[in-house]
């Protein structure tokens, strides 16, 4: 479903990756690694459609990004290392905007998905870094999005927010959808369960 091809990729006068291609398929879950530095975040963006190569092309649905861009931003659900969340809102409030005056029921079943139970009223400045993550994290409990891309979802999350997280994601690609992320924390499920994706300079490794 989604096809990177020869991606090229240049910052500061240093190459980050290199004829980088793959694919990703229905009901499949990647972890993009590498140092810091490497690129992930960068190439995750580049996956997202927020920034372009400087060669080569991302395609969903053997269609380049831009000539699919609505109908692949409708099966998108990217959350950025920064939470994107609106900090003078309540939990409710950011999920309820996220989601175009979402059913306030589902909503607050998400919050509590998140282990957001009882500060679904508190405004978000009000919260945690690790609250402020889950509230963009709830999210996951709500889209209809195919195509997860995910940068560092499980910073300044406990153990067992982790593993809440990591079961949500292994129901969303048995079900046939994607899960794409960055993550310096061990991911705790079987090893054929989820490929690898390692950035080491111009060279990558599958």
């Known amino acids: 479903m989604l096809e990177v091809k020869d991606l090229l990729c240049e910052r500061d006068e240093r190459t980050l990756f290199s004829g980088l291609s793959f694919q990703v398929n229905a009901g499949e879950w990647v972890q993009i690694t590498g140092s810091n530095g490497a690129g992930k975040t960068t190439l995750l963006r580049l996956l997202s459609g927020l920034a372009r190569p400087d060669a080569g092309e991302v395609r969903w649905q053997s269609q380049p990004l831009h000539r699919a861009r609505d109908g692949y931003h409708q099966n998108l659900l990217w959350i950025g290392h920064q939470p994107g969340i609106k900090t003078r809102l309540t939990p409710l409030e950011n999920l309820r905007f996220f989601h175009r005056d979402g059913d306030v029921a589902r909503c607050l079943e998400a919050l509590e998905h998140a282990g957001l139970a009882g500060y679904e009223d508190i405004p978000v400045c009000q919260l945690s870094a690790g609250q402020q993550r889950r509230v963009a994290l709830a999210r996951l409990w709500l889209t209809h999005a195919t195509l997860w891309?995910?940068?560092?979802?499980f910073t300044a999350i406990d153990v067992v927010g982790v593993e809440h997280l990591t079961r949500r994601m292994a129901q969303h690609t048995g079900q046939g959808g994607i899960v794409i992320l960055t993550t310096h924390q061990p991911i705790n499920v079987?090893?054929?369960?989820?490929r690898r994706i390692a950035l080491t300079g111009e060279r990558v490794e599958q």
């Open 149 to 153: 891309i995910l940068d560092e979802p």
């Open 190 to 194: 079987a090893a054929d369960k989820i």
